[in-house]
């Protein structure tokens, strides 16, 4: 076999990057196919917008396995044993370089990896975001309060050897189950937030809060969301999934009224705290979920954007949106496929104009912008 881009993937230590094997130019070929086929060809469909195919992931999900002197940092392979990916190419070069240096903190401030099927041990992930000005934001995935202590004790080191740490934290998921991360969350700096730096925009970044697995799409996004709405003369605007606000912030002009909704409590307080620097007085931000705000609403708005996960806005927001008199939908999706089916249930607004961002480089999903407008 040819070597690719990842010396794990061609050990078959890690198929994550399931379309490695793919030049990258034919992925994007297969992407574009893809989303035509499920959204349809009877738009304005503009060049895809390709990523680096490498350093380009802001956001380090690590399972931490293994022993305290010899912590594994990745994933579990199909026998649940630790798969050490600390190098893993796709990172930015920021989280690569911390990666090791926390390795050595798991060992200094004895912090005992989490045994899965004994379930024994603290340290169940590291979660490391790096911001486009390379500040890092590090959160200690643990069991219980046990091993606090000793964070807090050796952490000035930590900072010595890592100054681009701005933000730490201990997130506290006791449950055993596979979930990343659990609901309580304490801040051990002084610096609360990471400030991303994208399309023009210092959007603070919480701990507990979504941002774009690529900084450098996500730009891409928030750019074209304002280029293609600009001359549509909104009075009002609804950002549904909104994040730490990316959108709703973009849109953001003197005049038009803002709301953005979203459930993460973490990420309304990001994009208020945004909203409030950029002294913003017509937009807000509400925590919520998107399809009960848009149902009790007194009145539709002029346009609303829709970036919703991957199981899409579903049956009662589309059928809301259809039946509601809004004359422009912006959907950022990343799953063509229940993108396709929300259309689907929105026959009276037609997508008039496309475009893929290569989000995820290396595998199957990407992002798709989608203007829709009203027959
Ligand atoms: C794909 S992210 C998009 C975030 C944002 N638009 C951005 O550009 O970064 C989806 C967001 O939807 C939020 N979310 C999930 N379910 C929700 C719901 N029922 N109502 C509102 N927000 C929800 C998630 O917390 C997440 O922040």
Redesign the pocket.
């Known amino acids: 076999m040819t070597a690719t881009l990842c010396h794990h993937f061609d050990a078959g230590r890690c198929r994550s990057c399931s379309w490695l094997g793919l030049p990258y130019d034919a992925q994007l070929d297969d992407k574009q196919r893809q989303v035509a086929a499920l959204v349809g060809t009877d738009l304005a469909w503009e060049a895809p917008v390709a990523s680096a195919q490498l350093g380009f992931r802001n956001k380090a999900k690590m399972v931490v396995t293994g022993t305290v002197d010899e912590p594994t940092l990745g994933i579990l392979d199909a026998a649940g044993s630790g798969v050490d990916l600390r190098d893993c190419p796709l990172h930015t070069p920021g989280i690569r370089a911390a990666l090791p240096l926390l390795a050595d903190f798991v060992r200094t401030a004895a912090l005992t990896p989490y045994d899965v099927p004994a379930r024994r041990g603290e340290l169940k992930h590291l979660l490391v975001t790096e911001s486009p000005d390379g500040g890092l934001m590090v959160r200690f995935v643990l069991r219980s309060q046990e091993p606090g202590a000793r964070i807090r004790k050796h952490l000035p080191a930590l900072q010595a050897a890592l100054p681009a740490m701005v933000v730490a934290s201990v997130n506290l998921q006791p449950e055993h189950k596979a979930v990343l991360e659990g609901e309580r969350e304490i801040v051990l700096t002084e610096q609360e937030t990471l400030l991303m730096r994208v399309a023009g925009l210092d959007l603070h970044l919480r701990p507990q ?4 697995t690529n900084t450098v799409m ?1 730009a891409e ?2 750019e074209r969301a304002r280029a293609w709405t600009g001359d549509l003369a909104a009075a009002s605007i609804w ?9 709703a912030l973009s849109l953001a002009r003197p005049g038009v009224a803002v709301t953005g ?4 409590r973490e ?1 309304v307080a990001s994009a208020s705290l945004t909203a409030a620097e950029l002294g913003l007085s017509d937009v807000r931000f509400e925590a ?4 009960a705000y848009a149902v009790r609403a007194a009145a539709p708005p002029d346009l609303v ?1 829709v ?3 991957r199981r899409g806005i579903g049956p009662e927001l589309s059928g809301w949106l259809e039946s509601s008199g809004v004359e422009h939908v912006l959907y ?1 999706s ?1 799953n063509a496929t229940t993108l396709a089916a929300d259309l689907a249930a929105m026959p009276s607004l037609r997508p008039v104009r496309g475009q893929l961002l290569d989000m995820f480089p290396n595998t199957g999903h990407y992002e798709v912008l989608t203007l829709l407008e009203r027959r």
């Open positions: 809060s979504f941002f774009q996500a996004l928030y950002d549904l999934y909104c994040g730490v606000g990316g959108f909704i979203e459930v993460s990420a919520g979920d998107a399809t954007v970036n919703p996960p950022s990343c």
